[in-house]
């Protein structure tokens, strides 16, 4: 399997994925620890 672009992996659109929904959830934490 062959790759031009880093975008086109699977675990890379995955791990982008899960980045977007953890700064979402954690986005309005009240805790000082997950803001900084």
């Known amino acids: 399997m062959k ?3 880093f975008e086109e992996i699977m ?3 995955k791990a982008k994925d899960l980045t977007v ?3 979402s ?3 309005e934490s009240k805790d ?3 803001k900084n």
Do not use: P, T
């Open 3 to 5: 790759f031009n672009r």
């Open 11 to 13: 675990a890379w659109q």
């Open 21 to 23: 929904r953890v700064y």
């Open 25 to 27: 959830l954690f986005k």
């Open 32 to 34: 000082f620890e997950f």
